[in-house]
């Protein structure tokens, strides 16, 4: 029996081998090792692939999201609305400012925030909307945006997974006021270790970003604010770099195998297949399945050779890290719902036509007792 693997993380590598260790090797011999050239070049490549006038490189998805929120002096006192399933990287952003995430349910057929709950959750405290593009599809971004507008809220959107995604035509990175990009290893667009960018259009968040991943420092050794130390380290901006040329095949190739997905496992019994809003292009940065019997499924697919991953088990309210915290009480019965029946089957730009097909008999073998 062949095994299928999740994700083949190391593949990208084998891939582009030859032009990855040139950039590599072109970093430590330039002797530049802090932000610098390498940065700007992938800060430029970057912001242009999705048509965006400012792109800053820190280190990691949560700390775009943070470093955007402290830009926008969002503290105590203050409120924002998330999504009652979002990874937990989206609240701690919220929490680690001081202000409170105020979480909504989501769509139950999207697994995204779902905009006819947002009105009702607004108060005179709340600052901003943190939609998470989950599973690399858009939220419904043109609704999301004019409820905010309407209110005088602002837009962060948390992109993390949805490198290459679209809403009406438009790239995830430029549909609210600021968005916060990962390049953990297993994203769409993934580093060789952690990474993360903001970008916008606002020249002021962008300016705001810039100096609060580098201690608030302008000049060296002057200090203008208390800062972080939070940059996109240069052997990881060359890396992406070379990647970001292959993004949109590789996207490509998730669309396809996306597309083989939603037709070969079409009519299985209790199993709910991943529905894309109106409107939204999805990246298919994982493809998640919905069933009653999920945790049966499965030990059904490991048995048959196929690993799975749950995104994500345990919702953010009923974590660990919010123990504490008045949501630990509070009933958020879709995302609980959620976590108990998403299973993501295999995808990836390096998954194989045949190996899919043995998902896909897999699944269809299936029978819950
Ligand atoms: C990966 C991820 C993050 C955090 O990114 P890191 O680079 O791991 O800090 C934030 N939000 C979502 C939705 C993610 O998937």
């Given at each position: 029996m062949t095994k299928v693997p999740f994700l083949d993380v190391g593949a990208s590598y084998r891939d582009l081998k030859t032009e990855i260790d040139e950039a590599v090797g072109r970093v430590l011999a330039s002797g530049w090792y802090i932000l610098g050239p390498e940065v700007v070049t992938f800060e430029e490549a970057f912001a242009a692939s999705c048509g965006a006038a400012h792109v800053a490189g820190v280190a990691s998805g949560l700390d775009a999201l943070h470093l955007v929120l402290q830009a926008w002096n969002?503290?105590?006192?203050?409120?924002?609305?998330?999504?009652?399933?979002?990874?937990?990287?989206?609240?701690?952003?919220?929490?680690?400012?001081?202000?409170?995430p105020v979480p909504i349910e989501p769509r139950e057929e999207?697994?995204?925030?779902?905009?006819?709950?947002?009105?009702?959750?607004?108060?005179?405290?709340?600052?901003?909307?943190?939609?998470?593009?989950?599973?690399?599809?858009?939220?419904?971004?043109?609704?999301?945006?004019?409820?905010?507008?309407?209110?005088?809220?602002?837009?962060?959107e948390d992109a993390a997974q949805a490198h290459g995604a679209r809403f009406d035509g438009q790239p995830a990175g430029v549909?609210?006021?600021?968005?916060?990009?990962?390049?953990?290893?297993?994203?769409?667009?993934?580093?060789?270790?952690?990474?993360?960018?903001?970008?916008?259009?606002?020249?002021?968040?962008?300016?705001r970003v810039r100096l609060l991943r580098n201690y608030g420092s302008r000049r060296?050794?002057?200090?203008?604010?208390?800062?972080?130390?939070?940059?996109?380290?240069?052997?990881?901006?060359?890396?992406l770099g070379v990647k970001l040329k292959h993004l949109e095949v590789w996207n490509g190739r998730r669309r396809r195998l996306a597309d083989r997905y939603q037709a070969g496992l079409a009519g299985c019994a209790d199993i709910a297949l991943p529905a894309v809003a109106a409107?939204?292009?999805?990246?298919?940065?994982?493809?998640?399945?919905?069933?009653?019997?999920?945790?049966?499924?499965?030990?059904?697919?490991?048995?048959?050779?196929?690993?799975?991953?749950?995104?994500?088990?345990?919702?953010?309210?009923?974590?660990?890290?919010?123990?504490?915290?008045?949501?630990?009480?509070?009933?958020?019965?879709?995302?609980?719902?959620?976590a108990q029946q998403v299973l993501s089957l295999p995808i990836g730009p390096h998954l194989s036509d045949s190996a899919q097909d043995q998902v896909i008999d897999a699944v269809r073998s299936f029978s819950p007792q």
């Open positions: 969002i503290g105590p006192g203050d409120e924002v609305i998330v999504a009652s399933n979002a990874y937990i990287a989206t609240w701690l952003a919220v929490t680690m400012t001081g202000a409170v999207t697994c995204n925030l779902d905009p006819d709950r947002l009105e009702a959750a607004i108060t005179p405290r709340t600052r901003v909307v943190l939609p998470v593009h989950l599973y690399g599809q858009t939220a419904e971004m043109t609704a999301i945006v004019a409820i905010a507008r309407r209110h005088g809220l602002r837009v962060l549909l609210g006021d600021a968005a916060a990009w990962s390049f953990y290893p297993t994203k769409n667009l993934g580093a060789f270790g952690d990474a993360g960018a903001v970008m916008t259009n606002d020249a002021e968040t962008a300016d060296k050794y002057e200090n203008d604010i208390a800062g972080y130390n939070s940059r996109l380290d240069p052997l990881q901006a060359a890396v409107g939204a292009d999805p990246a298919w940065h994982v493809y998640v399945v919905r069933t009653p019997h999920r945790d049966a499924l499965q030990a059904h697919l490991t048995h048959a050779g196929v690993e799975t991953l749950i995104h994500y088990p345990i919702a953010p309210h009923q974590s660990g890290a919010y123990r504490a915290s008045p949501w630990a009480s509070a009933s958020f019965p879709i995302a609980e719902r959620l």
